[in-house]
């Protein structure tokens, strides 16, 4: 099923709690178009999908935060909060390391 909607599957696993894991690779149109299929089949009740992202993407993504918190202030006051209680440091020039953690 998954080939047939444009999908690789990488690994399948059971959750132990009646739930099933998939890790897939696919586009944006083929992961709603199979979880689609597998809610019409009537064997599941939901289906949830997450992205993932490499660290190189993550890294990106932040500095593109950064960029536009730079230039709206209550944005940038917001995602300095967040990015704190995440455990992460924003600056105008990139992305600086994580805090130790407190022991």
Request: charged content about 15%; overall charge neutral; glycine content about 14%.
């Amino acid at each position: 099923m998954f080939e047939a909607a444009g999908i690789k599957l990488h690994h399948m696993r059971h959750s132990g709690n009646g739930g099933v894991i998939c890790v897939v690779e696919g586009d944006a149109v083929a992961g709603p178009v199979a979880g689609m299929v597998v809610m019409a089949s009537g064997g599941f009740t939901a289906v949830e999908s997450t992205e993932l992202i490499t660290m190189e993407q993550l890294v990106e993504a932040m500095k593109g935060a950064g960029a536009v918190a730079a230039t709206v202030p209550s944005a940038r006051q917001a995602i300095h909060a967040r990015g704190a209680s995440a455990g992460l440091s924003f600056n105008l020039m990139g992305v600086s390391p994580p805090p130790p953690p407190r022991i």
